[in-house]
């Protein structure tokens, strides 16, 4: 593991991350990525720990495209969306920054210890303004949520319920005069009056890869999920168009018997069109 | 005044014979003592003996009787010693022939009465007189179809006048005849029942063709128990062997109902998740065999998986890779074979919220990752075939009835004989699907194959005689999503 420290005022500290109000005096590093993680465009990617299906399939559909657009992924290594984020940039062998609240040499929580390996194995950064050895601390995720969003030309709020942390985040963002993009979700679910609530307030809404990317000044990248090949996946694509639905509810809607189908959805999500979640089957674009 | 019968000690499955000799002589004080490392159990063999011997109009020996089970080293436990201990007394005051008695092996527990109960085990101790020589087994009638499965001569008896009678030659009696049309059709829960959940059937229908192990998560009320518990009516009979094995087990277990022959219907076991370690792995001072033994060449359901204590689901790790389970004791080692099908079917999380629409799951990350923690990855990584069963719509509910389990069960049939039969084979383009999928998915090398096994049983229930590319991208939908393992 190698942990190297950047201090505030060398070539290599982050420019964005120069211009917030309170800049981290030094950061400490964990991997040997290229610095240039740090100074290339990056999206915050955040939200709720306790996620819906619905938002495990947003967070990281929308991280894999900004990785593919050659954008950085930024998010907090927590569990739930901050999770899927960083695993949605990874699948598309994106590069992904995780800000920690933890001294640099904590993998907090554990039970992403793995996750963060992979993160600086495929060349990214797990970054901390804390030396090694300081214990996580609920003070210190707010601090965090700083950085998160200082490193970030956009921030994108997934999922969030009233008063969640990365409600924090956006705020940050907000008065760091960065853009802040929200998801829209079901008004009657309070997993998303968080984000409903930055919509109304006037935030972006975040409704697809292009949405996020028009707000840093990318272009998609010419999309690596091809057309839907064969007459099966395009009926499933077809049957999604109405909303999301389960594999028997598809198969009823197709015709396809469970075979046929679960066959279908494999080729599907390994194309990147559509998601698996808990037996519930996204989209990954809307029709 | 000597007499000697044979009988059979069980270690584990095992039968081990064991000679009885009675020792009678005159002394002033009549007297009655069992040696040769005797439990509880078969030291009340004295108070039933000599009141079925009674009973059954027969004279006792009043005088000083030593009864020793030889080898003396090896422990006797159960009361399956009474009747070859009643009868060597006999034959030592000369109220049987010695000669014809030294023919047999004797099996059975004596009732005040002198009436012959069913003990554990007779398959196995019948076994063991079959190995030793022996001719002809003496055995409780109910026990007498059982017995004659091992290949030898039994001879079910009721009383042990009638017992006496026999060996006397003032009765004939014939020999059991192995009864191996013991199916007596169980009631078994028909897939009919089920309505919906395509999904879920399938896995289930790959798991019956493929021996493979199936975990079904999701909200509470979806059907996951109802679907588990129908798989044993789409398994294929048990073949001579198998069935002979389950037999085994399950005379030793004692599970075996009286008058029943060989079992050829694959056993399905449920334990509750307070079952212990050594109830379900098997075990205890004196070997038995566990809930993974009964479930051998069937199904074991574990409902609610994460409810087992840790240590249970740990232990059950072992026989899942072996096959068989040792255990090891004082007296020896038993081996108890344990291959089944493990279904098991757990909640997304602990108020079951999760994967249902219309519930907002109420717990915090910490403790779904808690529930999920308890199933350790490797654990996890034995399930070849892993469903999340979401809640149906009510108009699913409505549909017609499904297929019936015959139907399906035809189906594993044809594919089981055509996995016995050959592997089949993965085409390049099916390699370069799956390579693809190790790429881009989740997939650790077990993972990988444990796809290249469901693949192949797609392959056989389609008749295929490759593994098309079809076929893993449908193997790999059963792949365990990374949500069990922790959010």
Known sequence: ?287 | MLGRAVTFALVGLEPRRVEVEAHLRSGQQPSFSIVGLADRACQEAKHRVRSGVHSALLEWPGQVITVNLAPAALRKEGTGFDLAIALTLLAASGQVPPARLAEHACVGELALDGAIRPVAGVIAAAEGAARSGLERVLCPVGSAPEAALAGIEAIGVRHLRQAVGYLRGDETLEPASPETNGRTPVPMPDLADVRGQERGRRALELAAAGAHNLLLAGPPGTGKTMLARRLPSILPELGPEAALEVTRIHSVAGTLPPGSGLVSTPPFRAPHHGASAAAVVGGGAVPRPGEVSLAHRGVLLLDELPEFPRTVLEALRQPLEDGVVSVARVGGRALFPARFRLVATMNLCPCGGRGDPRIECTCTPARVAAYRDKVSRALLDRFDLVVAMPRPRAAELARAASEASDAVRSRVVDAAGRLERTTPRRVPAASELLDRAVDRLPLSGRGRARVARVARTVAALGASADVLPEHVAEALSYRSPTELAGP
């Open chain 1, 1 to 287: 593991m190698t942990i190297t420290r950047l201090r505030r005022g060398v070539a290599a500290y982050p420019p964005l991350l120069e211009r917030i109000p309170d800049p981290p005096a030094s950061l400490w590093l964990r991997g040997d990525a290229d610095r240039s993680v740090l100074t290339d465009v990056a999206v915050a990617v955040v939200g709720a720990r306790a996620c819906s299906g619905y938002g495990r399939s947003v967070a990281r559909t929308l991280a894999s495209g900004v990785a593919e657009a050659g954008a950085v992924v930024v998010s907090g290594l927590a569990r739930g969306i901050d999770g899927e984020a960083h695993r949605g940039a990874l699948a598309v062998d994106g590069r992904t920054v995780a800000v920690l609240g933890c001294g640099i040499d904590r993998d907090y929580p554990a039970a992403h210890a793995e996750l963060a390996r992979s993160i600086v194995a495929s060349g990214g950064l797990v970054v901390s303004e804390y030396e090694p050895g300081v214990e996580p601390a609920p003070w210190r995720f707010p601090a965090r949520n700083r950085i998160i969003a200082g490193l970030a030309a956009a921030t994108v709020v997934v999922e969030a319920r009233e008063r969640s942390g990365a409600l924090i985040t956006a705020d940050f963002a907000l008065e760091d005069g960065r853009e802040v993009l929200a998801v829209p979700g079901e008004i009657t679910s309070s997993l998303s009056s968080g984000t409903n609530g930055l919509l109304r307030q006037g935030a972006t809404p975040a409704t697809c890869v292009a949405d996020v990317l028009e707000a840093i000044g990318l272009e998609p990248r010419a999309a690596r999920t091809g057309p839907a090949d064969g007459p099966a996946s395009a009926a499933v694509l077809e049957a999604l168009g109405a909303g999301a639905g389960t594999a028997d509810e598809l198969a009823r809607a197709t015709g396809l018997d469970a075979g046929a189908l679960a066959t279908a959805l494999t080729l599907l999500e390994l194309a990147g069109r559509v998601t698996v979640e808990e037996g519930v089957v996204r989209s990954t674009i809307a029709r």
